[in-house]
C-alpha cells in the first residue's frame, strides 16, 4: 500500500513539471504602497516605473588570523581601561602570567570524576578538555596542574604557573 501512494505521489510530481508553464524570465517589481487620499501627483507618481534595485558587490580583503585578535579571550568589567588596540596572539601569552599573578590562579579547568584504590594504591579520575586523565599524587594533571596530595577528602592541586596551591573537597572514600 505505501509503495502504491508513494509511486503515485512521484508520478503526480513528474506530471506537474511536466505541464508547468515556462519561465519568461519576467521580474516583477514589488507594489508601491499608497496612501488612501493621496493627491493625484503622488498617484501619478506610484505609476511611474521603479528604478531598478542595485547590489553592492564589494569585496572586503582578507583579514589575518593575528590581526582580528582572540575573540574568546578573558573580559572584564572591572575599572581597568580598555586597551587601546586588541593584543596579538603572541602578545597576549606574554601578558597572561602577569594578569593572573594579579588576581591568582583561575579556577580549576578540570572536573573531578571519581577514585580507584587498589591495596593502599589511589587513582583519581578527572575529566580535562573532554578527555579523560587519571593522575596520582605527585602526577600532572594537565600542563598548568599538578595533584600534590590528598587529605580528608581534599585534593590539593599545586597551579604551575604562579606556583599556587589550589584545593578541591571530593569528600572521604567510602
Keep these: 500500500?505505501?509503495?502504491a501512494v508513494l509511486g503515485i505521489a512521484a508520478a503526480a510530481t513528474v506530471l506537474a513539471a511536466w505541464f508547468a508553464p515556462d519561465d519568461d524570465g519576467v521580474v516583477v517589481a514589488p507594489a508601491a504602497a499608497t496612501p488612501?487620499?493621496?493627491?493625484?501627483?503622488a498617484l501619478a507618481a506610484a505609476e511611474a516605473p521603479a528604478a531598478a534595485p542595485t547590489v553592492?558587490?564589494?569585496?572586503?580583503?582578507?583579514v589575518s588570523d593575528e590581526e582580528l585578535g582572540d575573540a574568546f579571550a578573558k573580559q572584564s568589567w572591572g575599572g581597568q581601561a580598555a586597551p587601546s588596540a586588541p593584543l596579538?596572539?603572541?602578545?597576549?601569552?606574554?601578558?597572561a602570567?602577569?594578569?593572573e599573578a594579579a588576581s591568582g590562579p583561575p579556577p580549576l579547568p578540570f572536573q573531578y570524576l571519581g577514585?580507584?584504590?587498589?591495596?593502599g594504591n589511589t587513582a583519581?579520575?578527572?575529566?580535562?578538555?573532554?578527555?579523560?586523565?587519571?593522575?596520582?599524587?605527585g602526577e600532572k594533571i594537565n600542563d598548568s596542574y599538578r595533584l600534590e596530595r590528598v587529605s580528608d577528602g581534599?585534593?590539593?592541586?599545586?597551579?604551575?604557573p604562579l606556583n599556587q596551591p589550589q584545593t578541591l573537597v571530593v569528600g572521604d572514600a567510602n
Excluded: C
Aim: aromatic letters at 10%.
Design 36 to 41: 488612501r487620499e493621496a493627491p493625484a501627483s
Design 1 to 3: 500500500m505505501r509503495k
Design 88 to 95: 596579538k596572539p603572541a602578545e597576549a601569552r606574554a601578558a
Design 56 to 62: 553592492d558587490l564589494h569585496i572586503h580583503a582578507r
Design 124 to 137: 583519581y579520575f578527572f575529566q580535562v578538555d573532554g578527555q579523560n586523565v587519571i593522575a596520582r599524587p
Design 115 to 119: 577514585r580507584y584504590s587498589d591495596d
Design 97 to 99: 602570567p602577569q594578569a
Design 154 to 160: 581534599t585534593l590539593h592541586v599545586l597551579y604551575l
